[in-house]
């Protein structure tokens, strides 16, 4: 599988207690999109920046390989996703995402 960035946008889950009435964006560009139930397959790891540059295409490929033997079908958009507490910190959390058709 060969990866190659085309575009980007940014995702966040609202909260079920205010899918029904969720905040209104204070800019212009962002807005509310809504998305039909899925399943979404995701593989965490640690990483520590920035010794391996090469990890998120890795831990995708990982991924897909995985899903792909599970006889699992995806959408090819991969999706990445980090939880960095301070820059330069020792490891932080990071997943790879493909959501389900």
């Not at 205010?18 to 204070?26: I, K, T």
């Not at 212009?28 to 295409?57: C, L, M, Q, S, T």
């Not at 991969?78 to 058709?101: A, I, K, L």
């Amino acid at each position: 599988m060969q990866f190659q960035v085309t575009s980007a946008e940014m995702y966040f889950y609202i909260p079920e207690e205010f899918q029904a009435d969720p905040p209104v964006p204070a800019d212009g560009d962002v807005f509310i999109k809504n998305f039909p139930d899925r399943v979404v397959y995701y593989r965490a790891f640690n990483w520590d920046f920035p010794e391996d540059r090469d990890i998120f295409e890795n831990e995708f490929r990982n991924l897909a390989g995985a899903l792909g033997a599970a006889g699992k079908a995806v959408l090819p958009i991969p999706c990445g996703n980090g939880r960095v507490h301070s820059t330069g910190v020792g490891r932080q959390r990071y997943e790879v995402v493909f959501p389900s058709y």
